[in-house]
């Protein structure tokens, strides 16, 4: 197959180069449409980021809870089944 006179040819390096700028450029978009492209931006990521773990804690400490209160009840139902068993029989 005959390669075209027309055909553009470029190098690795250039195709590199390209991609580059084409995704810091779309990169650089994104992040202006979502409001991070500003100095305060490393500061907004890192609040997100605090948020997040701290919100992953609560969910860790609610399901503690959550597992504790069902214990207890259940412990202080069978402690009361028992002493109303055995409050005849002293």
């Given at each position: ?11 690795k390096?250039?195709?590199v180069k ?11 978009k994104?992040?202006?449409?979502i ?13 997100l ?26 412990l ?15």
């Amino acid at each position: 197959m005959a390669k075209s006179q027309n055909a553009a040819m470029i190098t690795k390096v250039q195709l590199v180069k390209m991609l580059e700028e084409a995704s810091d450029k779309g990169a650089t978009k994104a992040l202006c449409r979502i409001g991070l492209h500003d100095e305060d931006a490393v500061h907004d990521v890192k609040q997100l980021r605090n948020l997040l773990d701290n919100w992953r804690d609560t969910k860790k400490t609610v399901a503690s809870t959550i597992v504790k209160v069902v214990t207890v009840a259940i412990l202080g139902f069978i402690t009361l089944a028992s002493w109303s068993e055995f409050k005849d029989k002293l």
